[in-house]
């Protein structure tokens, strides 16, 4: 189920659109020596503790594996971890809401899996998105409640009763200016949007009534002054949006950062000095690596700060540990994958003919264009996927794009029930080729049955940033058009 098309889109990218714009602490306590403010905040430090922050992976669990240039993956996340750790550098590492973006056995799997890995990866402290509470209370309580990095100070059962402890301290040893060291305490609470709550429900047409999500605002008002007295940082994981995490700063300026969830299409890096707390943002659904660098007052909060990321690219193998558990992961997807095509196949009629005809049929009268189509890699497209890792070839998510008619009873099942459709064909460019076929061999007009001229955005449809970044059309498709139509 996609999401993000509400919650004040129009404010959303209007904040966007203003040059990544960040609330940084209340104020900045720089030497002159460090010129402006502004400047200052972007400077390189060595700090006193790193905020490794993430949000917003919506299912996202590898990168496909069929080209070349992904980004991402809990295993390459996991093997970053442990190489920024060795820096002795203390490292609070958070995730701000949403494992997934919708519901089902598959986002099931992929929430599990998330969830495991980031307590593999030792996370300090997570926060529930609204997409989190999907399968209901059961559900969630299994999955998060057990978790020892997982708070809310808002959300709570029927009954008002909180549903994950209200903050996390954590404590870490950090250098001292006499050039000894000192114990910091950092305090993390985490709160979702009430509206967002509201919202899911009404696109998702399901009722959660077990939860009530209470206002955020009036909840770190009460909070953050117990929170302030017992640590010397505190961090607001705001599954809100930017703009209310941007507001929620303004309204309680005693936070020191505000990591904002529930923005998978923005990152914001590059903080200026205009007050209160930190803003910041990871909207790369995990992609890369984000850090807020912090050099801590002695007294308290923060007197310098630099953001930054890294790219989680092929450079980065994947981590031994988290690798099995991604094994275990492709084999329960290609398991749902199996089932999932047997559930379309025992929907088929005998009598009946499907839309799609397969590749073989339109080489009977378009012998040029099957000639030139048998030249490209899409033939062998399926191939691609068995090549990247087995189970590909029976993942759902990985065969959308290498086969003919997946998801209707009478497309691709198998390659042993319909070994017809393997492979990207005709009918994925240019339309299901029932209807073409039957009126060109009872000579009626064939206008308007099948699309003779697919354009750019359905190339996009599978070739895009996600999945093949280097993808250049304009060099690409001189590869895939044909010569003629015979």
């Not at 000639?371 to 990985?398: D, M, V």
């Amino acid at each position: 189920m996609q999401r993000r098309s509400y919650c004040g889109l129009k404010i959303f990218l209007l904040l966007v659109g203003c040059a990544g714009l960040l609330f940084a602490r209340h104020p900045l306590r720089i030497s002159s020596a460090q010129s402006s403010a502004a400047s200052a905040a972007v400077l390189e430090i060595r700090p006193d503790l790193v905020v490794d922050f993430s949000s917003d992976y919506m299912g996202f669990v590898e990168p496909c594996g069929c080209t070349t240039g992904l980004h991402g993956g809990i295993a390459r996340r996991a093997a970053y971890l442990k190489r920024a750790r060795q820096s002795g550098i203390p490292r609070l590492v958070v995730f701000a809401g949403d494992l997934v973006a919708g519901t089902g056995e598959l986002n099931r799997i992929r929430a599990d899996t998330l969830m495991a890995a980031l307590a593999a990866m030792k996370y300090d402290a997570a926060t529930p998105g609204e997409m989190d509470l999907l399968e209901g209370l059961e559900a969630f309580k299994k999955r998060w409640a057990s978790k020892p990095f997982a708070v809310s100070a808002n959300l709570t059962g029927a009954d008002g009763s909180l549903l994950l402890p209200e903050y996390l301290l954590k404590e870490f040893t950090v250098p001292s200016e006499n050039g000894g060291t000192r114990t910091v305490k950092v305090a993390v609470t985490g709160v979702l949007s009430p509206l967002l709550f509201s919202k899911i429900q009404e696109l998702s047409k399901r009722e959660l009534k077990e939860f009530k999500v209470q206002d955020p605002t009036e909840c770190l008002r009460r909070l953050v002054p117990k929170l302030r007295s017992s640590a010397s940082l505190v961090v607001v994981l705001a599954h809100l949006g930017v703009p209310a995490a941007a507001q929620l700063g303004k309204d309680i300026p005693d936070i020191d950062v505000v990591v904002a969830g529930h923005n998978p299409a923005v990152s914001i890096l590059s903080p200026p000095n205009l007050g209160g707390p930190i803003l910041v943002a990871a909207g790369d659904r995990g992609r890369q690596a984000t850090e807020l660098r912090l050099k801590l007052g002695e007294e308290g909060g923060v007197d310098a700060y630099s953001a930054g990321r890294q790219s989680l690219d092929e450079s980065i193998p994947n981590d031994p540990e988290l690798e099995k558990l991604m094994e275990e992961y492709r084999a329960q997807a290609a398991e749902y994958g199996r089932k999932a095509r047997a559930a379309l196949a025992a929907m088929r009629k005998p009598e009946q003919a499907g839309p799609y005809v397969g590749a073989k049929v339109c080489a009977m009268c378009h012998t040029i264009a099957n000639a030139q189509w048998k030249t490209t890699k899409h033939p062998s497209a399926l191939e691609g996927l068995k090549k990247w890792h087995p189970s590909a070839a029976e993942r759902i998510e990985c065969l959308k794009c290498h086969v003919v008619g997946l998801g209707d009873p009478y497309g691709y099942i198998g390659e042993k029930e319909t070994p017809e459709f393997a492979g990207v064909q005709c009918e994925n460019c240019h339309g299901a080729g029932r209807k073409h076929v039957e009126a060109a061999w009872a000579k009626q007009p064939t206008a308007g049955t099948i699309n003779k001229t697919p354009g750019e955005a359905l190339c996009r449809s599978c070739h895009d940033g996600e999945n093949d970044p280097k993808f250049d059309y304009s060099k690409s498709l001189p590869k895939v058009v044909h010569k003629g139509t015979s």
